[in-house]
């Protein structure tokens, strides 16, 4: 079926024909796999976003073989600790940490923009607004996949293991049957853990973005008392992580993944250094003078954050005698030195100093995969464990089965959450530009199709979104 060109571009641009266009799959999937990149954007962070997102896909792939099913050969499966992909699956969290640099730098680098355009305004109404428009775009898919994690997972599979494992499964579908609602209020990290346990990192987000904005207005009005707030903040979340692990895990016997790998104040450390950075892109419009002294500092800079990131991921899995995984000022700041070293990778990619490691992560291909590590991380455990709990026998561990698991489990996890995106996420992105109005009072305009590429307007449906590492394309921001 054809349009007119005054038919296309009524429904492009009147909010009916907005409405019925928000739950077209042909568009939305379009708009999905467009890879066109605005001038301006902060293209590496698509390919930080996926390969944060495969690296909790391949850590998960092991833990939930641990959690629902026996192997066959322990002896094989103890010995691979020793081996270098182990430190890989080892250091899975550092992942998330990633997502809340990245959350923290583009929260504070889009504000800052806004800001600009506002005039440094800022009012009540702006904050609900600036609440509003977060809750409504996270929420959606979140609550339609716990509704389908809660209704639908004891009817998925069947085998001696899924009978047997009543002690996983069934807790976590009661618990979300009980405290689904404290998921959708984003305090499921204090609240009702067992029901859709990977939720936590989106409390701690939330609670963070909403938290936080009154840190903003000062960082963007008085920069140097908001830069001393923040780091305040970042030295007061080393310190009360190692403190409480101490107390709540060594001393107290408290478990280490209920507690403090949860909460949000041990976990706060590398949002606030992305705030940091998204302030100083900002500030510095990402530029950086072209001279030798330059090209030196960031020389130094690549081995010092370098440095910071193999520390942090190879320390403790090469000293074993120290046992440091369970020492408090280990634990204090293995995640920021990690973060450091991402944060510089991210810094130089955006300042022109990334060389062949910004071409990699700014591949135009990881675009449509970064739309969807949003709900791939979302729908990727429920396709585990109904893997596993079908499985009818013990498995045999080795590394080459892993991989193969792995790869199946990240195919899997794209397409599902594909397939999740077009009947829960982009129809509700759509959905919120045309009923809620933005910053300025007024219903968010879509921007006009370049060309005839109808996927390009994919770039309206985020253009005011407030960055969160897994809403699809929350980096395309521009200057």
């Not at 889009?110 to 009012?123: D, R, V």
Request: aromatic share 16%; proline share 4%; glycine share 8%.
């Amino acid at each position: 079926m054809r349009f007119s060109q005054e038919e296309r571009k009524y429904l492009t641009t009147s909010r009916v024909g907005r409405l019925c266009l928000s739950c077209s799959v042909y568009s939305n999937t379009k708009k999905v796999f467009n890879t066109y990149q605005h001038p301006g954007q902060l293209p590496a962070l698509h390919g930080i976003r996926v390969i944060s997102t495969l690296w909790i896909i391949y850590g998960h792939t092991d833990f939930f073989t641990l959690s629902n099913i026996e192997i066959s050969n322990k002896e094989e499966k103890a010995q691979a600790s020793d081996e270098w992909w182990y430190f890989i699956k080892g250091n899975m969290d550092m992942a998330v940490d990633t997502f809340l640099l990245l959350s923290g730098l583009l929260v504070t680098y889009l504000f800052m923009k806004q800001m600009k355009k506002t005039g440094g305004q800022f009012t009540w109404r702006d904050y609900g607004l600036h609440v509003l428009h977060r809750y409504f775009r996270l929420t959606p898919v979140y609550a339609f996949l716990i509704m389908i994690f809660t209704c639908l997972t004891v009817y998925m599979g069947s085998g001696p293991w899924w009978a047997l494992h009543d002690n996983w499964t069934m807790p976590s579908v009661r618990a979300c049957q009980t405290y689904w609602w404290a998921n959708l209020l984003y305090i499921n990290n204090y609240v009702g853990q067992g029901c859709f346990g990977h939720g936590w990192y989106l409390a701690v987000d939330m609670q963070l973005y909403v938290s936080l904005a009154g840190v903003l207005v000062i960082l963007y009005k008085y920069p140097k008392v908001g830069a001393v707030i923040t780091c305040s903040l970042i030295g007061s979340g080393l310190f009360l992580s190692g403190i409480l692990y101490h107390f709540v895990v060594n001393e107290g016997g408290g478990d280490y993944v209920g507690t403090t790998y949860q909460w949000t104040i041990t976990r706060m450390a590398p949002y606030f250094i992305g705030m940091l950075l998204g302030y100083w892109l900002f500030r510095t419009n990402r530029k950086v003078p072209d001279t030798s002294n330059t090209r030196r500092l960031m020389l130094l800079g690549w081995i010092v954050g370098t440095a910071c990131a193999l520390v942090a991921l190879v320390t403790p899995f090469r000293t074993p005698e120290a046992n440091l995984l369970s020492q408090p000022a280990w634990r204090t700041f293995d995640r920021s030195l990690f973060s450091v070293g991402v944060a510089w990778v991210v810094y130089a990619c955006c300042v022109g100093y990334g060389g062949i490691i910004s071409e990699f992560l700014s591949w135009s291909g990881w675009l449509p995969l970064s739309r969807l590590t949003y709900t791939a991380y979302l729908v990727h455990p429920m396709i585990m464990q109904v893997y596993y709990m079908s499985y009818k026998g013990a498995l045999l561990y080795s590394g080459i089965n892993w991989l193969f698991l792995f790869i199946s489990f990240a195919f899997l996890a794209f397409v599902c959450g594909f397939a999740a995106s077009m009947m829960a996420e982009v129809p509700f992105l759509e959905l919120e530009k045309i009923l809620l109005p933005n910053r300025r009072g007024r219903e968010a305009k879509p921007e006009p199709e370049r060309g005839d590429v109808e996927g390009q307007q994919y770039q309206s449906l985020v253009q005011e979104a407030v960055a969160d590492p897994q809403i699809p394309n929350y980096s395309s921001v521009s200057t």
